[in-house]
């Protein structure tokens, strides 16, 4: 899957509607209605970053909620479009996507989640959890996810984040044991890469294996979701590792932009420096507020390199700086993604983008729907 900011060796980053709309809507309310109730039992996160678990519904949230997801529009129809896509391409094994399989499943069960569907339910539970089988089918004795798809740690920290999700949306118990089991073993090896002997600019962060003695920006994103995840679901997660990968993504920012591995500023990770910090417990910092004011002054166009990879950050990093900024960045997303969907559900790629080789349809779907989808506030992660 090809990443924003690097070289050709580091080329990696990258069925039916449902028959009642009753169906989709209890889906969506039972997600929506139980899992702030877990969030809010989160730990603190390492020293002054305290973590903000999401707050439990009141009735009058929950009634806004049901006309919400009643009063059914265009994004919505796009999002079962895009769902139908995902569902008629899944591999006979589970798995999604002609290559970085590991990496592109992982996306893909997420849109799907971020949709509303979860392992235990109709119409689409069963694609899951064939999609789950074929993950955990795909980890090494030391929990590395990375390594059969020549996916590396990009796919490990998607793998672990999707793993870690889908252990708090089943009420399978003996799903959810081997999902803790794989999680467990996952993290574990997240955190033995971070602390691998590194120079004092690289510390704190993660790169391409977990032996890597240096680290970049992109790939310590996905890494820090993946431990915030985990530390939802009530996994050990130090805070120390925590407080290290704040101080790295921190020493990465540039005015408003961030850097790839210390040098100049690469637009195309603004959005990752803005989610990472929140996730990591930091909700207020002038890194964040001049990364929002740069989101501003540069909104999302179609066209250019790593179009999706930076409208998915765009998007998960500005609804964490709450609603003033939400309001007024995600219609723009939302008009650039609806008109630009195919009539086949799936997405094309932009003018001058440069994700060809990320996996296809498959990696540009799943990513257009984890946007579309923010809305829903489904996927623990996203909540505020």
């Known amino acids: 899957m090809s990443t924003p900011g690097t070289t050709d060796e580091h080329r990696l980053t990258q069925m039916e509607r449902d028959p009642e709309p009753s169906v989709f809507i209890s889906v969506h309310l039972w997600l929506i209605l139980l899992f702030p109730l877990l969030l809010a039992t989160c730990a603190t996160w390492a020293g002054d970053a305290a973590s903000k678990p999401?707050?439990?519904l009141t009735a009058e949230d929950e009634a806004a909620v049901l006309r919400k997801l009643q009063e059914r529009g265009p994004r919505d129809a796009a999002i079962e479009k895009a769902v139908a896509y995902l569902i008629a391409h899944q591999n006979k094994d589970g798995s999604f996507g002609d290559r970085y399989k590991n990496a592109l499943t992982g996306l893909s069960v997420m849109a799907l989640m971020a949709a509303g569907h979860t392992p235990d339910q109709p119409p689409h539970g069963p694609a899951i959890r064939n999609a789950l089988t074929y993950v955990l089918s795909q980890m090494r004795n030391d929990g590395y996810l990375g390594h059969s798809d020549n996916s590396r740690m990009y796919g490990h920290g998607i793998c672990t984040l999707m793993?870690?999700?889908?252990?708090g949306m089943t009420r399978d118990e003996m799903l959810e044991k081997r999902l803790l089991e794989a999680c467990h073993r996952a993290v574990d090896l997240i955190?033995?890469?971070?602390?691998?002997k590194k120079a004092a600019h690289h510390q704190g962060g993660w790169r391409y294996e977990p032996t890597s003695g240096d680290s970049d920006l992109s790939l310590t994103g996905w890494q820090t979701m993946s431990l915030r995840s985990a530390k939802n679901i009530g996994l050990d997660v130090p805070g120390a590792a925590i407080q290290s990968a704040i101080n790295y993504i921190k020493a990465m920012a540039r005015d408003g932009e961030f850097s790839y591995e210390g040098g100049g500023a690469q637009p195309s990770l603004r959005g990752v420096g803005l989610l990472a910090m929140p996730v990591c417990g930091v909700y207020d910092s002038p890194e964040l507020a001049k990364a929002t004011a740069r989101m501003f002054k540069d909104p999302p166009k179609w066209q250019g390199p790593w179009f999706y990879y930076r409208t998915y950050?765009?998007?998960t990093g500005m609804y964490q700086m709450g609603d003033e900024a939400w309001n007024r960045f995600f219609p723009m997303l939302d008009d650039i993604l609806?008109?630009?969907q195919k009539p086949d559900g799936s997405w094309p790629e932009p003018p001058g983008n440069n994700e060809s080789d990320a996996g296809g349809s498959v990696y540009s779907t799943s990513m257009a729907v984890l946007v579309l989808a923010v809305h829903y506030h489904l996927l623990p992660i996203y909540q505020r």
């Open 163 to 167: 793993l870690t999700e889908a252990a």
């Open 313 to 315: 950050y765009a998007a």
């Open 191 to 196: 955190l033995k890469a971070q602390a691998i």
């Open 338 to 340: 609806l008109k630009h």
């Open 54 to 56: 999401a707050a439990a």
